[in-house]
């Protein structure tokens, strides 16, 4: 297994299928099958023990066991590996490899390898921090997708409002909708000076993405794309309700 996740001159894809080695028993069975596989685990942790370099993070360098962590796909599909390992985690370790399958992340979970930052988790870095905004407003759209089933869940035990994820004017980072006010269509600014003179009292909705919502909203409904988000549901119809920030006439 060290042998094939060492080889740097293969793809990052083909080195992290050298999890499929790594076994993952119930090592309190008592089974004949159980008793062995605990076996051949325990000699293998013995044989990695802790100073080996033996988790594949996404930009192909191996580190020891709990110096990366495990972020989940879709937020890789956001913010780059590094990036969002950077942005989640407080000692900015790198992320595992996004091409290890979803079993063998559960392995290196059991083996005490990698730290995971759940959505959970996640949830909690969007209430306290303003994390960069995304560089395309796809990715904001799937920020928005992917944490939309508990928020909508959980909504009574807190306002997706404190969430940091509404992108403003002239501003990298993404702010709250609590803390956000949107200009009414007639009023929007003509020049950047005007913005930067507003931007001094207020900090204001990025009118692009309330647009950007709307066009992907007619997009889905001409064309019933079961692909995109399904607007007329009733969770969509909250997300809509988060977009419309307080109305500035």
């Not at 942790?45 to 020891?64: H, I, N, Q």
Request: hydrophobic share 40%.
């Amino acid at each position: 297994m060290l042998a094939w996740i060492r080889q740097g001159d293969l793809p990052i894809e083909e080195r992290a299928r050298a999890y499929g080695l790594l076994p993952d028993v119930d090592r309190e069975e008592n089974s004949l099958e159980g008793v062995c596989g605990a076996i051949v685990e325990v000699a293998l942790a013995a044989e990695l023990g802790d100073e080996t370099d033996v988790v594949l993070t996404d930009d192909g360098r191996l580190t020891r066991e709990m110096q990366s962590v495990l972020i989940p796909e879709p937020v890789q599909d956001v913010w780059p590996g590094d990036q969002a390992g950077a942005l989640l985690d407080a000692q900015s370790r790198p992320a595992v490899a996004r091409s290890v399958s979803v079993p063998d992340r559960r392995k290196l979970v059991h083996w005490n390898m990698v730290e995971e930052i759940n959505k959970e988790k996640f949830i909690e870095v969007l209430k306290t921090r303003h994390l960069p905004r995304p560089k395309t407003w796809r990715q904001l759209l799937n920020l928005w997708t992917y944490i939309a089933p508990e928020v909508t869940a959980h909504w009574t035990i807190f306002s997706p409002a404190e969430l940091r994820i509404v992108p403003v004017q002239g501003k990298d980072v993404l702010y709250a909708a609590s803390e956000v006010v949107r200009l009414g269509e007639k009023k929007l600014l003509q020049s950047e000076e005007d913005w930067q003179f507003l931007g001094s009292y207020l900090i204001v909705l990025n009118p692009n993405w309330n647009r950007y919502l709307s066009e992907q909203r007619l997009a889905a409904e001409q064309h019933k794309d079961s692909t995109r988000c399904n607007w007329s549901t009733p969770r969509m119809r909250y997300w809509r309700r988060l977009g419309s920030v307080k109305l500035v006439m």
